[in-house]
């Protein structure tokens, strides 16, 4: 595969679920980055991962846990999350912190 | 504040007209500005502008950044049906823990 692949494409959940979102990137990239897209609303980057540590965490709540292992894979741990957490999750890579992005196909989240 | 304000924030057009999209910027400390298009799925990169007065060109678009009026343009020649899309524009600023900067977009329509 190549580029950025996230799974599941669609989730439903209800708001005593644990579902975890997941980001893979085979493009040989350092950074990579989880963003929230509703109607309406300019996309809301959540975290960024430069070389696996965290160099960005935008006052998200603690419902949302990052997990970067390693430099192709990021996870978006979900626990007891709200109507209003229903949204595009997108995933991005780019080769250094900040710069040209690529973007997965983005998950679908709706929380009941 | 920082910002980012884009406009119009829709348009609608015929095929084998030019558009020209604008995008404002107010931001601390400025480093870069992107432009991605973003159909019916995720954005995907068309220009990364940082110095002012260079045009960056691809194709049919074309992008010029004014870093004194605080500014960028991207320009769509002979637009086509599949140039319908929204268009984003986004600030790398380097002055707070706000790295990343979006605007609404601006949404296109090109009727055949």
């Known amino acids: 595969e190549t580029g950025v692949t996230q799974t599941p494409r669609h989730l439903v959940m209800g708001m005593t679920n644990k579902k975890s979102l997941k980001c893979e990137q085979h493009l040989g990239h350092n950074a990579m980055y989880w963003y929230k897209q509703s109607a309406k609303k300019p996309l809301e980057l959540m975290f960024v991962?430069?070389?696996?540590?965290?160099?960005e965490n935008n006052s998200v709540p603690s419902r949302f846990s990052p997990e970067c292992p390693n430099s192709s894979h990021l996870f978006l741990h979900l626990h007891t999350l709200q109507p209003e957490d229903s949204a595009l999750y997108l995933c991005?890579?780019?080769?250094?912190?900040?710069?040209?992005?690529?973007f997965g196909p983005g998950t679908r989240l709706t929380v009941l | 504040e920082d910002k980012v304000v884009q406009s119009p924030l829709s348009l609608v057009v015929h095929e084998g007209d030019t558009v020209t999209l604008n995008c404002s910027y107010e931001v601390t400390n400025f480093r870069s500005l992107l432009w991605y298009k973003q159909e019916k799925k995720a954005p995907t990169f068309l220009f990364m502008l940082t110095s002012s007065g260079i045009e960056k060109k691809s194709g049919r678009l074309s992008s010029i950044l004014d870093k004194k009026e605080l500014f960028s343009i991207l320009n769509i020649t002979a637009t086509q049906t599949g140039d319908s899309a929204i268009y984003l524009c986004v600030i790398h600023n380097a002055g707070n823990n706000r790295k990343l900067i979006w605007g609404l977009g601006t949404s296109l329509a090109v009727n055949p």
């Open positions: 991962y430069s070389l696996e540590e965290r160099v």
């Open positions: 991005a890579s780019s080769q250094e912190a900040y710069n040209e992005q690529f």
